[in-house]
């Protein structure tokens, strides 16, 4: 069971960096984006934490972890913002100070599920919206994507909050689960090859992709109970992928049609 733990920590989620690189180069970074919007990092942190502290416990985690996700559109937003104006480490700084400062407001007092779900589902739907519009051209990678350090980056966070939220109690380290590590490889590698606007339009694909992210922790919350552990996770990982296969036909049906690529919710 270590290996396992030990695989899922260091190959899954740099795996998704892997895909969503080759997606943007492919098909331009908005569809890039929505590929880096699956839970890949999150899934396997509180799936660690059902293995190692309990159904219990993972539920409970699975719940903040949903509120979290209002933390990972505010990393997102403050990126997008503050990286039309000045250079990447800057835009990273102020994404990770913004994902911390709205943890701390949800961090004393947990929530019940239907509130954090509907205060998420806000924040994905607004944050989209906001990010849509700063979207100016459709923009294609170009030169080297830097995969190797893309990779390298990813697995050395993860490994990182796993080992610090583990000794957290549930509602935070569900909090965190979250963290943008996805996320902040994805943007800020993508602005340091191909620009701000690339790095824009980015986050414009993968914050609607956050939908699917809430689906997965709402019913590995309500579903570790009376599923267990492996019933409730393939049950989130079905209901999760297929909202995903939803929300990437609708881009594609965007992307086919005249003007600006937008998100329709």
């Known amino acids: 069971m270590t290996l396992v733990v030990l695989a899922l920590k260091v190959v899954l989620a740099p795996s998704l960096v892997a895909a969503a690189t080759r997606t943007a180069r492919a098909l331009g970074h908005r569809a890039g984006g929505l590929v ?3 839970p890949v990092v999150a ?3 509180v799936f660690i934490y059902a293995v190692e502290h309990g159904a219990s416990f993972a539920a409970r985690a699975a719940h903040g972890t949903v ?3 209002v933390s990972l559109v505010g990393f997102s937003v403050a990126y997008a913002e503050v990286g039309r104006r000045t ?3 800057v835009a990273l700084l102020a994404g990770w100070s913004a994902f911390l400062l709205v943890t701390l407001l949800f961090a004393t007092r947990p929530l019940p599920l239907a509130l954090s779900c509907l205060i998420a589902a806000v924040a994905v739907a607004g944050a989209s919206r906001t990010l849509a519009r700063r979207v100016s051209q459709p923009s ?3 030169g080297s994507d830097l995969l190797r350090w893309r990779l390298l980056a990813t697995a050395a966070m993860v490994l990182a909050l796993t080992t610090a939220a583990g000794s957290l109690n549930p509602w935070l380290s569900g909090l965190l689960a979250p963290f943008p590590i996805i996320t902040a490889v994805l943007a800020a590698f ?3 090859q191909a620009g701000a606007d690339a790095s824009t339009e980015l986050l414009a694909g993968l914050v609607p992709g956050l939908a699917s992210f809430i689906l997965f922790f709402v019913v590995v919350g309500v579903g570790l109970p009376a599923l267990g552990i492996a019933g409730a996770f393939a049950l989130a990982t079905a209901a999760a992928l297929a909202s995903h296969a939803v929300l990437a036909a609708r881009v594609a049906r965007s992307a086919a049609g005249p003007g600006e ?3 329709a919710p």
Request: hydrophobic share 50%; net charge positive; no cysteine.
């Open 67 to 69: 509120l979290g996700i």
């Open 87 to 89: 250079a990447w480490p």
């Open 43 to 45: 899934a396997p942190i």
């Open 36 to 38: 880096g919007g699956l």
């Open 140 to 142: 294609r990678s170009r």
């Open 190 to 192: 993508t602005q340091a």
């Open 261 to 263: 690529l937008r998100w």
